[in-house]
């Protein structure tokens, strides 16, 4: 999910700046947007009366991108495929996913699956999962609703226990000690600057979490960094993750929820109360815990 991260770690990144930039007027840089016009419904959607007429509705998930979503011997797998069928079952239809790639960053990546769909092939979804939030964003990509604020993601540090009997590692360590991270993710970015750079010998980079993880567990490197999901899903007996305080990382944790095409309000209305009552009655934390992942509310 190289690609994925690329897009999530500049997306992020930016929201940072326009968030420091822009603290009293989060769309102080709104710039109208242009909106699909006299576009046939098979292009943009459907509403929610059209969905409940058909018995279902198209969730967009990324492919290949455990523990969130992945297929399994051809069946759905994840939270967010689990927190989707929870929404479709609250709506009284039954959910069917469209496994996407990532494009160059997250506005293109709602522009294919949410509003107007890919340039070539792929298809517009009804609902898109994994959609980070930010007042600032929203101003930018005003062809969306973000709503439905499901969980909180953040940065750890993955570590081998027997590396560190006594005190868990903070990124100071990686001076002297390596530490794998995917590569061009926002955990990259971070430990590459840090303290001018002096970690750049001890980092080693990878494909994806996967396979930092993997290298983690099989001793090739003493820790890992990256999102708390991805690296609980990873852990073994050998291995434990901790959430250090990090120096001058303003986007250390982020909210995400889902995006509906700004035309269907009723749709977007049904999707966020559905996820609301799921959040006061504990299903979304149970699902987490399916998971064997650490449950973190949406920062509100």
Same mark, same amino acid.
């Given at each position: 999910m190289r690609a994925l991260t690329v897009a999530l770690s500049l997306a992020l990144a930016g929201l940072s700046f326009a968030g420091q930039a822009h603290a009293a007027d989060?769309?102080? !840089?709104? &710039?109208? =947007?242009?909106?699909? $016009?006299?576009?046939? /419904? !098979?292009? &943009?959607? =459907?509403?929610?009366? $059209?969905?409940?007429? /058909?018995?279902f509705m198209l969730f967009?998930?990324?492919?290949?991108?455990?523990?969130?979503s992945w297929e399994e011997a051809g069946k759905p797998r994840g939270v967010d495929v689990d927190i989707a069928r929870l929404i479709a079952e609250e709506i009284g239809v039954k959910a069917q996913f469209n496994f996407v790639s990532s494009d160059e960053n997250l506005e293109a990546d709602l522009r294919n699956n949410v509003w107007k769909g890919a340039v070539i092939g792929g298809r517009v979804s009804n609902v898109m999962m994994r959609v980070p939030y930010d007042s600032a964003f929203k101003c930018r990509v005003e062809q969306v609703v973000f709503t439905g604020q499901y969980s909180t993601e953040?940065?750890?540090?993955?570590?081998?226990?027997?590396?560190?009997?006594?005190?868990k590692p903070v990124p100071a360590y990686f001076r002297f000690d390596t530490v794998a991270v995917e590569n061009d993710s926002i955990?990259?970015?971070?430990?590459?600057?840090?303290?001018?750079?002096?970690?750049?010998?001890?980092?080693?980079?990878?494909?994806?979490?996967?396979?930092?993880?993997?290298?983690?567990?099989?001793?090739?490197?003493?820790?890992?960094?990256?999102?708390?999901?991805?690296l609980e899903y990873g852990l073994t007996e050998a291995t434990d993750v901790h959430q250090p305080p990090l120096a001058g990382f303003a986007v250390s944790k982020w909210t995400l929820g889902v995006g509906v095409n700004f035309?269907?309000?009723?749709?977007s209305y049904a999707v966020d109360d559905a996820i609301y009552a799921a959040l006061e009655d504990g299903r979304i934390a149970a699902i987490f815990d399916s998971y064997g992942l650490s449950f973190q509310p949406p920062l509100r």
């Open positions: 989060p769309c102080a !840089d709104y &710039v109208p =947007q242009p909106k699909p $016009q006299n576009a046939g /419904r !098979d292009e &943009v959607g =459907q509403d929610l009366d $059209q969905i409940v007429e /058909r018995g967009a998930v990324y492919e290949n991108y455990p523990p969130y953040s940065i750890a540090i993955a570590y081998v226990k027997s590396e560190y009997p006594d005190e955990s990259d970015f971070y430990l590459t600057s840090f303290a001018g750079g002096q970690l750049a010998a001890n980092i080693t980079r990878y494909p994806d979490m996967q396979a930092a993880m993997t290298a983690l567990n099989g001793g090739e490197t003493k820790a890992a960094m990256g999102p708390l999901g991805q035309r269907f309000r009723p749709l």
